[in-house]
């Protein structure tokens, strides 16, 4: 039953969606090859459609609007001089006869069939319907056969006058593709013949080749001539892959235990609807940055090469990134001062004081409200001459502070609005943690004649450790994606003291056009938080004793 | 039926409802821009009149209010394979969309399209036409001009600006019309509203013989950190920092944030700088009988004629948009005469065909729009519309007066410096 369930499994969750993964994106690159090869064609068939046109124009001595014309051929160069010819005589007489577009747009074209009779019966009507409506190429299927259909225009380039269908008949052999499918194929043989080894043997090579085989074969894949977008899209199933792979994996190991084996199971077809999600709506983007941060992309330019590490390399020297990144890890300094606050009013509002909730509610009240809406109030707050914070500090004699006005004071006063928008959502935090505290720890205390002090320093403190890194480490991350106070207050101003990382993430994206850069400055801070979470952990994470 | 049973007919029902809501962008021929709520109600009295004159092309107008949004929104909207049939272009815009190839040339359809392209003002024939291609056509543009406010001057008793006025006549005016009017020792009244960005101050450096970059456009060394411009610009910063004829900066976001329209309106400033844009609000509140206003040529260091900058718009249609051809039909009558003077009631621009232009000022009986048309014919379009890297130039730029305002760094040293990075910038491969 085990080596039963478990080569099932492998099957089930590894090979199955293994071909999925490699038959998908191989044909969808094939069928891209052949896209690729039809633009070719189309490209001289609109070559064509030129020469007829100037054809048309000279015999007529007069512009070409009036005539309009559909043509069938096929890339085949014994036959293509005919068709130029013929096409141009068809041509010229409808335009003598004085065709009118509009009478023509109604009723079948006149069609020269030098090839397929049928076809051009069949692709006739739709050809017709479709240029009328579209001026610009267009590719027709019927059947399995696909025609690119080239629009040929008048002298000022405004009418459609006629139109080229270009039937492939015949492709240049130099030209076809090659076959990523067999490739997809051979790789998944591979592939299955590792896995299946390792649900015989347990043998860890075979795990590592059942992975390596898929990766060097998506490697190629997407690297593949003329793959286009689709090499990208076959990392995506790639990745999908990898983690039903690894899902499979574990279930395989289990299989010999049937009751967690079915356990499991079920746990994960309950997760697989938001599994996804996650992988549709945030994995995949994940990865698409990533393969943007190594390419020039700036969402306009159809060129997008690869640059490799050029962007990476090009953001060591930043001097505007360092200083983005600096501004953000002072900001991010408000996080620990924040936490304190939060922890005086948990202590505070855990006391059974009449109306305690009320006060909770409104102190949790800012985290909940729209950031935008906090940001434009407290930009009007610290206006300096009729901003609140400085009227309220003249009534005391205070001199007015320049607030947002100056880079010394810009940064802290946007931690100063970070800690009363976020202080509250600590506070919660930790009254959860406070109120997990055993009472009766407390009362002993008290009866051993520990002070407040101490029972705060020996009790309260250690034990809410874990709820403590908990909000260190989220805010912490949190914090370091700041944007919409910035956006909102300051725009990175003054001189650049509050120009945080993601906000100039934003305008190297948005403003700059420079996609694949930015996308490297998010892989940067996305390493940068990776590693201050793991020291976190490191340094805080110990438990208690 | 059972409530199990109904909820399938619900769906069904829900979602017929949802997919009738749902209107196809093929279904007509979209037109974005970043209208304001004054704008709006003309773009659709200009949809009637297209309407009307071809009732076979549907198009729906859609305002993206928000120059960040709006900018976004059409890039990636092209970048996605769903472009608008036609969208607002402005003037820095041009060479980023227009170096990547993704706007229809429009020069072999203008005829057809009934564009008569050499009717248009000759700085909008200069800007929209590049190598020998009509990458939008044109709406309308404004020079930057000098506004005053009529009541200060008249409080003050100083005589209005003139044409031909000198910065050092600017400056003394200026003194004389800042001033402590309630006596609690606060100056409540400004003869200047001064702004940071380079937006503003580019018209400066060419009223003072100076400029940002070489002739050629591709250098700032030689061109900003030359003894005209340091001039011009430690001219602008002492307006702020020695004369103190102007209002204290508040913010220093990208945009200044001082309240000039509000201190101007409530007759708390003598003067400022800025486009036709601000004519609606500042005629409503002329019409309140709060203000009175006047428009003059901004002064030069030596009196002659200024130079302005120009901002400037125009329809643009993107290669890859549907329904190519009414896209163009659309570009073409919003650019053209009927759609020019249902916009120009709005006095947000001055109206790209001379015609209209010039057919409105004759109706003008307070000479202001005589003085943006003269200001429009010596103007210069701002280098934005050459650079294609102006936005992070211009991000740079801010630097050129923050740096000696907030830290007193020396204007040559930050001139020079900036310069270095500018050339830099406009140099480098990405």
Known sequence: MSNGTSRGTVIGFVLVPLALALVIPAWRIGAGSRASETARLLAEAESAAETLRNTLVAAAGADATGAIFVTLATIDPATSAAFYDAAADWSAVAMRAGADPDRLAGTPPPVIDLADRALADALDARVTARLVSRDRAITVRVGRRTAAVAPVKDAANWDIVGA?????????????????????????????????AWTRRRRPWAMALAGLIPAAGITLLARWPAAGSHGLWSVFAFAGWAVLATIGAGLASIAHRPAAFREARR???????????????????????????????????????????DNYRELAGDGDFLRALRNTAVYVLFVPIGMV???????????????????????????????????????????????????????????????????ATALPSLMLMSVWMYAGYMMVLFLAGLQNIPVSLHESARIDGASAWQRFRRITLPLLRPTALFVLVTMVIFMFQVFTAVYIMTEGGPLHATDVIVYHIYRNAWEYLRMGYASAMAWALFAIVFVITLVQFRWLGARPQ | MSPAGRRPVLLAAVLAVSGCAMASPDDCVQVVSWADYREIALEEEVADSFAVRFPGIPVCFESLSGAGIYREKVLTSIAAGTPPGVFLL?????????????????????????????????????????????????????????????????????????????????????????????????????????????????????????DLLTADGTRATGALDAAETLDAIA???????????????????????????????????????????????LDAHEAAGRIRYGVASLPTRDGAPATPVLYSSGWAVPRNAPHRKWAVQVAAFLSGETAQ???????????????VAQAIAAGDTTGRAAVFLANAARGRQTWGARVEKWREVEDLLLDLLDRPLVRGEPVSAVARDLATRIDQLLGASR
């Open chain 1, 164 to 196: 080229v269908l270009l039937v492939r008949t015949a492709a240049d052999p130099a030209r076809v593709p090659a076959r990523p499918l067999a490739l997809a194929a051979g790789t998944w043989l591979l592939s299955a013949a590792a896995a299946l």
């Open chain 1, 267 to 309: 746990a994960w077809a309950f997760l697989a609807p938001s599994l996804a999600h996650l992988v549709v709506f945030s994995i995949g983007p994940i990865l698409f940055s990533l393969w943007l941060s190594f390419h020039e992309w700036d969402l306009l330019a159809p060129a997008r090469p690869f640059v490799g590490l």
């Open chain 1, 341 to 407: 606050v939060a922890l005086g009013l948990a202590l505070l509002v855990d006391r059974p004081l009449p109306g305690v909730r009320v006060l909770r509610a409104i102190f949790f009240l800012p985290y909940i409200t729209s950031f935008v809406a906090i940001s434009l109030v407290w930009r009007w707050m610290f206006q300096p001459d009729v901003g609140l914070l400085n009227n309220v500090l003249a009534r005391f004699g205070i001199p007015a502070q320049p607030w947002l006005s100056s880079p």
């Open chain 2, 90 to 210: 402005d003037g820095i815009d041009i060479p980023a969309f227009a170096n990547r190839g993704v706007l229809l040339d429009l020069a072999p359809l203008a005829e057809r399209a009934g564009v008569d392209t050499a009717a248009f003002h000759p700085r909008l024939r200069e800007l929209f036409r590049r190598d020998g291609q009509w990458i939008a056509f044109p709406k309308g543009f404004t020079p930057m001009v000098l506004y005053y406010n009529r009541n200060v001057f008249d409080r003050a008793a100083e005589p209005y600006p003139r044409e031909g006025w000198t910065w050092a006549e600017f400056v003394d005016t200026a003194r004389r019309l800042t001033s402590d009017t309630d006596g609690d020792g606060v100056e409540d009244r400004w003869g200047f509203g001064w702004a940071r960005e380079f937006f503003y101050v580019q018209s400066w450096l060419w009223a003072g013989g100076g």
């Open chain 2, 235 to 281: 001219f602008y910063l002492d307006l702020a920092t020695r004369e103190k004829v102007v209002p204290r900066i508040e913010m220093f976001r990208r945009e200044s944030s001082v309240p000039i329209l509000r201190l101007f309106s409530s007759n708390r400033l003598g003067m400022f700088v800025s486009g036709h844009w601000v004519v609606p609000q």
């Open chain 2, 341 to 355: 003077r249902i916009r120009a009631r709005a006095g947000l621009e001055i109206a790209g065909l001379p015609s």
